[in-house]
């Protein structure tokens, strides 16, 4: 249902941005956030956004770099990637679950999603 985009090899520095599209559904009733995964290291929060995209959570290593979004279509998300390091190196990957208007808060669990993109490769070179 989820595919993420955008990935691909850029120098330390530079920019990114990864697209998240659905399938046949809308984001207006998910909760979507983004993750990663390096080689040899355990999946990694990156990002989330609530339902209604008025609060946005971020790892703190990401905090001020990267910004999630939606876009003005009602099943795409965004994940802008500025000032990249060698260590944002890892495939990423989006994720979202239908959740209750009356939950504020994004996710930020991987176990709290229901639904996985396969994968998008971002390499960033010294």
Request: one cysteine or more; hydrophobic letters at 35%; aromatic letters at 12%.
């Given at each position: 249902?989820?595919?993420?985009?955008?990935?691909?090899?850029?120098?330390?520095?530079?920019?990114?941005?990864?697209?998240?599209?659905?399938?046949?559904?809308?984001?207006?009733?998910?909760?979507?956030?983004?993750?990663?995964?390096?080689?040899?290291?355990e999946?990694?929060?990156?990002?989330a956004?609530s339902?209604?995209g008025?609060?946005?959570?971020?790892?703190?290593?990401m905090?001020?770099?990267?910004t999630?979004?939606?876009?003005?279509?009602?099943?795409?998300?965004?994940l802008?990637?500025?000032?990249?390091?060698?260590?944002?190196?890892?495939?990423?990957?989006c994720?979202?679950?239908?959740?209750?208007?009356?939950?504020?808060?994004?996710?930020?669990?991987?176990?709290?999603?229901?639904?996985?993109?396969?994968?998008?490769?971002?390499?960033?070179?010294s």
């Amino acid at each position: 249902q989820l595919q993420a985009s955008g990935g691909g090899l850029v120098q330390a520095g530079g920019s990114l941005r990864l697209s998240c599209t659905g399938s046949g559904i809308s984001f207006s009733e998910y909760a979507m956030g983004w993750f990663r995964q390096a080689p040899g290291k355990e999946r990694e929060f990156v990002a989330a956004m609530s339902r209604d995209g008025v609060t946005k959570y971020y790892g703190d290593s990401m905090q001020g770099r990267f910004t999630i979004s939606a876009g003005d279509a009602e099943n795409t998300v965004y994940l802008q990637m500025n000032s990249l390091r060698p260590d944002d190196t890892a495939v990423y990957y989006c994720a979202g679950r239908t959740i209750s208007r009356t939950v504020l808060s994004p996710l930020t669990l991987s176990s709290e999603y229901a639904y996985w993109g396969q994968g998008t490769l971002v390499t960033v070179s010294s």
